[in-house]
């Protein structure tokens, strides 16, 4: 069984730093893809950042870059978000994502963890 499990989610003041973690069970990690999407009431959950299964490639959302950085260390099958100089466009719930390419695309989803910035 398949589980990503967010924690780290929190209220924050403007300007402030968060940092969310993921736990992978149930996939060969370093065989993943990782990465964090959000969603905001009414909204389709948007990709935030994204780590390739070796590491060597991330891709950022343009909002968020120079502002958050993703890191994974496949020995501790975790994945985390560093988001700094936090505003309120960032509220959201945050999800955890893992992608496997295979003879067909293999996707997992965490539950989510709820990012509030706000004064």
């Known amino acids: 069984q398949v589980q990503l499990v967010e924690s780290g989610g929190a209220l924050v003041h403007p300007g402030g730093s968060l940092r969310l973690s993921c736990v992978a069970s149930?996939?060969?990690?370093?065989?993943?893809?990782m990465g964090w999407y959000r969603q905001t009431p009414g909204k389709e959950r948007g990709l935030v950042a994204l780590m390739t299964s070796a590491g060597n490639s991330t891709i950022y959302t343009d909002s968020v870059k120079g502002r958050f950085t993703i890191f994974r260390d496949n020995a501790k099958n975790t994945v985390a978000l560093q988001m700094d100089s936090l505003n309120s466009e960032d509220t959201a719930v945050y999800y955890c994502y893992a992608r496997h390419f295979g003879y067909r695309i293999l996707e997992y989803w965490g539950r989510g963890t709820q990012v509030t910035v706000s004064s």
């Open positions: 149930g996939i060969v990690f370093s065989a993943h893809d």
